[in-house]
């Protein structure tokens, strides 16, 4: 397209009925999804192309008739309602009163056919080239409601509790609302309805869309929250753009490239001149202010940077007939503001071409009719090169009636005129071999699209096979250390299963009722410490615990201090068989003052099995009583040192009074 220099920012989705009626059951759709660049193709049902603009989101839904997407104007209005916040319904004919799509299409130079599907893409170029009108039905105020999010039922005075409640839930969840809508700076106006205990309801009318609220509607306990646009009396149409006259421009080419827009009337639109912007950018500019009738110059030949603008816009050109003279400019500008010298010398340029077609803007101007755009057959006249009587005409006649001729009565030909139809018929035969050869690329181009299409699907059983094998080698690994991990569990279960086993044997030991285990019942269990230190005897009670009355026996009795010893005392140990080596002096005396019982292992017959080791209770026995008498003569003989002890200190202290 000719006014389009770069790929749209959004996705335009272009629509036209493919078969059936939207009156009916299963009516289907041809769509095409528009970027700018690409064309995506599809044929799909109705409720396909709701769920497909809910997931895509386009920025417009594209079509010649909106009533091939609704029966009447209520459904009309459902359907507006049902399209996500981000979609505009654009009809590119027109508003109340459309034109037919051909004829739009023909317009603005966008390839048209009567396929669905190209009627379709024809619509989505359209679209994307902000030609048509926005389908509206809602306006800019929404209303919400915060009611009631359940019954309050009747009677009782409990029932008048939970009545009140609710009532409270509602007003604060209105107060919650307005204080979100304060904090986004909306305008709104609210009204309550007042009950016993709080609210009943209350509506807020807020100045902006439904996306613009921090809120969304839904039930939450007590409450519910309703949003709803304003719909308005009928349907409307918003043109995408403002109407578009058609100007004469002025181009001057450099370092600096600089534009200038005059009416056809002579007045100077805009200015604008740039160091930084392409080709591209000076056009998306020129396209904004008007349609180009005439591009100019102000010096010839023609530059060709400006050529390339005037085929842009298919305008016609003009230039001097030699160089325009400072001097000559700075006149013509004088009563015009500008920045540079570029401006001024793309200002000259458009002025003087306005100057140069001024009579022949005039001549037509008187021709044409009220009902027909002016601008429009001046365009046509001076850069399409028809007549007068053409343009109009062409204007006004239907599409079919324009195919097939005018069938009035012409005046007599002129030689030129006769020269320039001439030129027309053979314009049109080979305008007509142009759509013969771009039969034939549409077809390559169908092919290659069906190419690509297979190609495309290759790829997708391609990528879902790799997604497939990178599943099963992730299930394999997560296999293998799942198995790894039972290994592990197994083993550990079996090493808990023995200790299991012992502690088994172990529990029948400490208990009278293991006539299994001990036949004649003269044996106690010993627990076994391996060596007297703080870590050895954790470990011991860890595995088969440690309790007061149990029968120790320490491996290697050497080397405990004195909270090693006060670590084993505080288990209170019937008695302590000591091997491995001797008592420290301080574990000796910690526990004789305990008063536990120390013996050496050798006075005592210890059987081990595993971790488990059992003695006679007999042995046991003995061992106590020989540690007692010990213990005995251990006390006698401290208690005799205690009383040398005191004596000695108080013959000492007579002494020293004696002196």
Do not use: C
């Amino acid at each position: 397209m000719n006014d389009r220099t770069s790929a749209l920012d959004t996705l335009v989705f272009g629509v036209d009925i493919q078969s059936g009626d939207v009156r009916g059951d299963s009516p289907s759709y041809a769509v095409v999804a528009f970027d700018g660049e690409r064309f995506d193709r599809d044929v799909v049902s109705r409720r396909k192309l709701l769920r497909l603009l809910d997931r895509e989101e386009p920025a417009m839904l594209a079509t010649d008739n909106m009533y091939e997407l609704a029966a009447d104007k209520d459904a009309l209005v459902r359907f507006l309602r049902a399209l996500p916040e981000s979609t505009t319904l654009v009809q590119v004919t027109g508003d109340e009163r459309p034109e037919s799509l051909s004829r739009v299409a023909s317009r603005h130079g966008v390839p048209y056919g009567k396929k669905p599907m190209k009627e379709a893409e024809a619509a989505a170029r359209l679209a994307a080239a902000n030609v048509g009108a926005a389908v509206t039905a809602f306006g800019d105020t929404t209303r919400l409601k915060v009611s009631r999010g359940r019954s309050t039922g009747s009677g009782g005075w409990s029932q008048d509790r939970f009545t009140r409640r609710i009532h409270g839930s509602v007003k604060r969840r209105t107060r919650e609302v307005k204080r979100r809508l304060e904090t986004a700076n909306l305008e709104f106006e609210v009204d309550v309805t007042e009950k016993y205990g709080g609210y009943a309801n209350a509506v807020f009318t807020i100045e902006a869309p439904p996306s613009e609220i921090p809120v969304s509607s839904g039930r939450s306990g007590d409450t519910r929250v309703e949003i709803d646009r304003e719909r308005r009396d009928g349907i409307e149409f918003e043109p995408l753009v403002k109407r578009r006259d058609r100007v004469v421009v002025g181009i001057d080419p450099g370092t600096t490239t600089a534009a200038a827009v005059v009416g056809l009337d002579g007045s100077v639109l805009d200015v604008y001149s740039t160091r930084t912007d392409d080709t591209a950018g000076v056009i998306e500019w020129l396209i904004e202010r008007g349609r180009p009738v005439v591009v100019a110059a102000d010096v010839t030949p023609m530059p060709e940077t400006v050529e390339q603008f005037r085929r842009s816009f298919d305008a016609a050109a003009w230039v001097p007939g030699s160089d325009l003279p400072v001097d000559e400019k700075l006149h013509r500008t004088r009563n015009v503001s500008y920045e540079n010298d570029h401006e001024r010398d793309a200002l000259a340029a458009a002025l003087f071409a306005v100057d140069d077609h001024e009579d022949q803007f005039g001549r037509i101007s008187r021709k044409v009719p009220p009902e027909v755009e002016r601008g429009e057959v001046i365009s046509r006249v001076v850069a399409g090169e028809q007549s007068v009587e053409a343009a109009i005409d062409a204007l006004t006649e239907d599409d079919e009636e324009a195919d097939e001729g005018s069938e009035h009565e012409e005046r007599e030909l002129t030689d030129e005129e006769k020269e320039i139809r001439r030129l027309r018929d053979r314009v049109d035969r080979l305008e007509s071999h142009v759509d013969d050869l771009n039969d034939t690329i549409e077809e390559r181009e169908e092919t290659i699209e069906e190419y690509e299409e297979e190609l495309s699907a290759a790829k997708r059983e391609e990528r879902r096979e790799a997604r497939e094998r990178r599943e099963v080698k992730r299930l394999e690994r997560e296999n293998g250390r799942l198995e790894r991990e039972l290994e592990e569990l197994e083993a550990e279960n079996d090493e808990l299963d023995g200790k299991l086993e012992r502690l088994k044997a172990l529990w029948k030991l400490d208990h009278s009722n293991f006539s299994d285990v001990d036949t004649d019942g003269d044996l106690v269990p010993v627990k076994v410490i391996e060596q007297f230190t703080k870590g050895a005897i954790d470990t011991a009670d860890d595995e088969f615990g440690l309790a007061a009355g149990d029968v120790v026996y320490l491996r290697d009795a050497s080397g405990a201090g004195r909270s090693t010893a006060n670590r084993l005392a505080g288990v209170d140990p019937r008695v302590v068989l000591r091997a491995g080596g001797g008592l420290s002096e301080v574990a000796d005396r910690i526990l004789f003052e305990h008063e536990i019982p120390v013996a050496p292992a050798d006075d005592v017959t210890i059987q081990e099995v595993d971790e488990l080791a059992v003695a006679r209770e007999s042995e046991i026995e003995a061992a106590i009583d020989d540690w007692e008498r010990r213990a005995e003569e251990r006390r006698r003989e401290r208690k005799a040192s205690m009383v040398d002890q005191i004596i000695s200190e108080h013959r000492a202290e007579t002494k020293s009074e004696g002196r």
